[in-house]
């Protein structure tokens, strides 16, 4: 098959973010776009000299109007294409965490260099999220080389249930919807076992695709610093800090959140690892929760908050949350207890909210002393190009009092 795709010219300013390695280009640096051109077409981008920028798919809506696929001008974009790209993502995967293969994060977008993509692994059902209109035009080629590409490898995959209701879909002018491919009629709730805990995820009504994987490994940190302490995981969702610090041997183990339903389902994950005589499930808002305790009352506090904002424009206001829960947990706990705290925000970034902490750490009138740093998990890349799959943080302190 020949390479011919039409042409789209660039400004200078589209040229320069492009020479940083960003993979989106914004509908603000693209000086002309041919008529002809159909939306979610695979263009080339050239500047105005006649310099290569890189190929991808339009979208004529969206503010980012084409996702970069690829920088190799001799580069097809084929079913190979896309299969090699997908057989990578396993690869590193199978690499970096063998052990959670069979639930885990198998394409994250941009990372992967797969740009509007998005596949969660849950046993043998793959849960998919596509926010491009021109990937979503070659989705069923997409599924049918994930499964192809999963058989190779001996891994049985029975279905994939996609949860296209992401508003974003809207920014690209695509519906949103929520059903297994192919009408596949499949159990929409599986049990996956991650790092020997057990958990119900319910893929058609779960948070994102089902279950947050993104803090797997931080889960396993709090686990193996647990025992003997009493610990108190806010904002606990269906319970996966609470599971880790009972399975670590904690003394108390108390779990809050103002949802009922994340706090039964949390239940009955503890049932399932016979963990529900270790674990307290009580139903407050996290903030009026602290205000009842006593100094003293937990070792370990976790504080694993849904994102405070989702733009920019709410940064000041999330960063007034997120001090005032960070202050009264440290003014909450006693000399060498431990704070768990993190932010899943993107734009909350790491120097605002590690001067959050320090100015949270000085009006409570502690010292810190950072135990760790982490990020997402293995299976959520961060490509150094591209900031925005950089958004978790993850921070264990020792609270210091003199």
């Not at 320069?16 to 077409?41: A, F, T």
């Not at 504080?303 to 001090?323: C, N």
């Amino acid at each position: 098959m020949e390479r011919n795709y039409p042409r789209i010219i660039i400004s200078k300013e589209g040229e320069k973010w492009l020479d940083k390695g960003q993979m989106w280009l914004y509908n603000n640096n693209v000086i002309k776009i041919h008529d002809s051109i159909e939306n979610g077409e695979i263009v080339d981008i050239y500047t105005k000299k006649g310099r290569y920028m890189g190929t991808g798919f339009l979208s004529r809506i969206s503010h980012i109007n084409v996702r970069i696929l690829s920088k190799n001008k001799k580069e097809l974009i084929d079913r190979f294409f896309f299969k090699r790209r997908i057989q990578e993502a396993y690869d590193y995967r199978k690499t970096l965490d063998i052990n959670n293969i069979s639930n885990c994060r198998l394409v994250f977008g941009e990372a992967d260099r797969l740009p509007g993509l998005t596949v969660d692994r849950y046993n043998d059902i793959l849960v998919t999220q596509i926010s491009s209109f021109g990937l979503d035009k070659h989705k069923d080629m997409i599924y049918e080389l994930l499964i192809e590409v999963l058989q190779e490898d001996n891994q049985e995959i029975h279905g994939i249930y996609e949860r296209n209701d992401i508003q974003v879909r809207t920014k690209e002018g695509l519906e949103l919807y929520k059903g297994f491919w192919k009408d596949t009629h499949l159990p929409t709730q599986t049990i996956i076992n991650e790092n020997d805990i057990l958990l119900h995820v319910d893929f058609e009504n779960g948070q994102k695709t089902g279950y947050f994987l993104d803090q797997k490994a931080n889960r396993y940190l709090l686990r193996k610093m647990a025992h003997g302490k009493k610990v108190l995981d806010c904002f606990s969702h269906t319970g996966g800090f609470a599971l880790n610090a009972a399975k670590g041997g904690a003394k108390e183990v108390v779990a809050v959140d103002v949802s009922q339903t994340a706090l039964d389902q949390g239940y009955e994950n503890a049932k399932l690892n016979h963990l529900e005589d270790k674990i307290t499930f009580a139903k407050a808002d996290v903030f009026d929760y602290l205000d009842t305790l006593n100094v003293g009352d937990f070792d370990i506090i976790v504080l694993d908050p849904p994102a405070f904002t989702k733009s920019r424009k709410t940064i000041q206001s999330a960063y007034f949350g997120y001090k005032k829960i960070n202050k009264k947990a440290m003014e909450l706990l006693n000399n060498g207890g431990y704070l768990v705290t993190c932010s899943c925000s993107r734009f909350m970034e790491v120097d605002n909210f590690e001067k959050m902490l320090k100015e949270s750490a000085q009006e409570a009138g502690v010292i810190l002393k950072q135990v760790s740093m982490t990020q997402q998990n293995v299976d959520h890349p961060i490509l150094w190009t591209m900031e925005e799959t950089s958004y978790l943080k993850f921070y264990i302190m020792q609270i210091i009092k003199e």
